[in-house]
T-cell receptor, first 113, second 117 residues
């Protein structure tokens, strides 16, 4: 399917486990982003990437790792999940520059027990 | 730093009522301004945007005017429908010169709109 997809859509895990959330886009957009959405906080940027092998921290990067070996994929890894990382995670991409229109995936709802 | 402030929700309206969701911002220079909408269970999608002062963005009956003098970008719709029930996010991006680096969007906390028949 064309567009931006995320997997899994729902995930339950336990504290201390490693979890990887996948993001794939078919547009060949240069910029990709990971956000988390929490009640009372809105959307907060975790990491972003300007191109393959170029990543940078956002507002709340602690406890997360990203990689981007291919333009179309931007996985987010929680190295040792904590309850505070229970959230809805959104991946997004931008065609030209990150301050322009961003296109969002459907989200991954993560519960850490 | 840049910031966006939205009115807290939920905003509850009856069908065909007039909608206003307030958004004010703090930024240096002349940012671009956006409204994104999130329908239940989905990701965000762009609703409208404006890139300079006095511009009006519009889409699906929604409108917002970039007011630099009041640093505002209020969202309005003349007659809401049940299908407009969603969370609405105001966002800004700074004006960045090409080849001088880049920045990212700054989002408000979102305002939930609930429309009843």
């Amino acid at each position: 399917d064309a567009g931006i997809t995320q997997s899994p859509r729902y995930k339950i895990t336990e504290t201390g486990r490693q979890v990887t959330l996948m993001c794939h886009q078919t547009w060949s957009h240069s910029y990709m982003f990971w956000y988390r959405q929490d009640l009372g906080h809105g959307l907060r940027l975790i990491y972003y990437s300007a191109a393959a092998d170029i990543t940078d921290k956002g507002e709340v990067p602690d406890g997360y790792v990203v990689s981007r070996s291919k333009t179309e994929n931007f996985p987010l890894t929680l190295e040792s999940a904590t309850r505070s990382q229970t959230s809805v995670y959104f991946c997004a991409s931008s065609e030209t520059r990150p301050e322009e229109t961003q296109y969002f995936g459907p989200g991954t709802r993560l519960l850490v027990l | 730093g840049d910031s966006v402030t939205q009115m807290e929700g939920p905003v509850t309206l009856s069908e065909e009522a007039f909608l206003t969701i307030n958004c004010t911002y703090t930024a240096t220079g002349y940012p671009s301004l956006f409204w994104y909408v999130q329908y239940p269970g989905e990701g965000l999608q762009l609703l409208l945007k404006a890139t300079k002062a006095d511009d009006k963005g519009s889409n699906k009956g929604f409108e917002a005017t970039y007011r630099k003098e009041t640093t505002s970008f209020h969202l309005e719709k003349g007659s809401v429908q049940v299908s407009d029930s969603a969370v609405y996010f105001c966002a800004l991006s700074p004006r960045i010169e090409l080849n001088s680096g880049y920045s990212t969007l700054t989002f408000g906390k979102g305002t939930m709109l609930l429309v009843s028949p």
